[in-house]
């Protein structure tokens, strides 16, 4: 029989979000998903259940998200999966978008995170162990052309997720970050995107690229279920693998980059070596 275990979810009202909590929901596991609007949550999951602990919380706000992973504790007696799923996309190039799109993007997919981590931390440590699984994407290894600040987010949470399994692993926590390439939900949607207020005409090749994505929404070739069931089973494992790659896209393009990484840093080996005092 499989171990009931507490599971908390952020942006479970779409997406993979939604595929998670349903699956999860349908093992009988713990539940508790956020999501910015309630109703919406509540609608899309269906269901009501004493294993389900929907919340509405704004993760920009470090108070209003401690209180959640509060709420969940206290219903649950134990966080023992968090997978920060929330996030959405933003194109442009640098120049088209401002100050405040770019920090706003951020604000969910960066910091958003970095807030739940910070709130449940204490919850882990204090009880040895857990798994803490963050969303990037297939753009948080190598970025496309015309979205360029979601790749910076996207890779941030690589980073984030490469230093903090170092500095959980103490405490028995475990860390994975998952990269998915291209999958049917409403990613591409205009509810889950944002492009740049202000356009330049110039950047041609940048709006060429962004329309090409675009067309692709609803043919995407990922099935957002063979997803979800795939981040659940590497919550299973004693040893979770700390990098996972979700679709034949995304690997693809992780090992494209990945030659391309080794043969930039052995064409320059020589002078990077090369910088040591000498006498």
């Known amino acids: 029989m ?25 093992a009988g596991q713990n539940v508790a998903a956020t999501s910015r609007d309630l109703k919406a ?24 998200v401690g209180c959640a992973i509060h709420q969940t ?7 023992d999966v968090v997978i920060n799923n929330a996030g959405y996309g933003i194109g442009g190039s640098i120049e088209e978008l401002s100050d405040r799109e770019t920090r706003n993007s951020f604000e ?13 931390m204490p919850y882990m440590r204090i009880q040895k162990s857990g798994h803490i699984i963050n969303i990037s994407s297939i753009a948080g290894i190598t970025g496309t052309s015309g979205w360029s600040v979601y790749a910076a987010t996207k890779f ?29 939900t409403n990613f591409l949607n205009e509810d889950s995107i944002n492009i740049a207020q202000h356009t330049i005409p110039e950047y041609t090749e940048v709006h060429n690229a962004q ?13 957002p279920e063979k997803a979800a069931e795939a981040i659940i089973e590497i919550a299973h494992l004693e040893n979770p693998p700390l990098y996972l790659l979700l679709g034949e896209d995304a690997y693809n393009r992780a090992m494209t980059k990945l030659e391309k990484l080794k ?15 000498h006498g």
């Open 156 to 184: 941030s949470v690589v980073g984030l997720s490469e230093v903090l399994a170092q500095d959980v692993a103490e405490f028995g926590v475990k860390v994975t970050v998952v990269a998915p390439g291209a999958f049917r």
């Open 211 to 223: 329309k090409m994505m675009l067309q692709k929404a609803g043919k995407q070739i990922g099935d």
């Open 263 to 277: 043969k930039d840093y052995l064409l320059n080996e020589e002078l990077s070596k090369a910088m040591a005092y």
């Open 73 to 79: 504790n206290v219903a649950f007696s134990s966080i």
């Open 108 to 120: 969910i997919n960066v910091f958003g995170t970095l807030n739940v981590i910070r709130m449940v």
């Open 41 to 64: 949550l509540v609608d899309a999951v269906g269901v009501t259940a004493p294993n389900f602990l929907p919340l509405q919380v704004e993760l920009s706000n470090e108070d209003n």
């Open 2 to 26: 499989e171990k009931i275990r507490t599971w908390f979810i952020t942006g479970a009202s779409k997406g993979f979000g939604l595929s998670l909590v349903k699956q999860l929901l349908q």
